[in-house]
């Protein structure tokens, strides 16, 4: 069985960074993203600067 780069676990299935090629289980990262859990926080500060919402409510 593969085994996680991230936890050392062996796991069915494991998923490769696209940003740091590490391999990881489904716990260890977004497998949808294919961004590991140490490049998913790097990402979210990049990420977070952007998508202030202002909400519109008058009236209601
Ligand atoms: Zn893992
Ligand atoms: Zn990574």
């Not at 796991?11 to 590490?22: D, L, P, R, T």
């Not at 949808?32 to 790097?42: G, H, M, P, Q, V």
Request: hydrophobic residues 25%; negative net charge.
């Amino acid at each position: 069985m593969p085994r996680c780069e991230i936890c050392s676990n062996e796991v069915s299935k494991v998923y490769k960074c696209k940003s740091c090629g590490a391999k990881f289980c489904e716990n260890c990262g977004d497998v949808d993203k294919l961004i590991c859990e140490d490049c998913l926080a790097f990402e979210e500060e990049l990420t977070s600067t952007e998508g202030i919402e202002f909400e519109e409510g008058e009236g209601g």
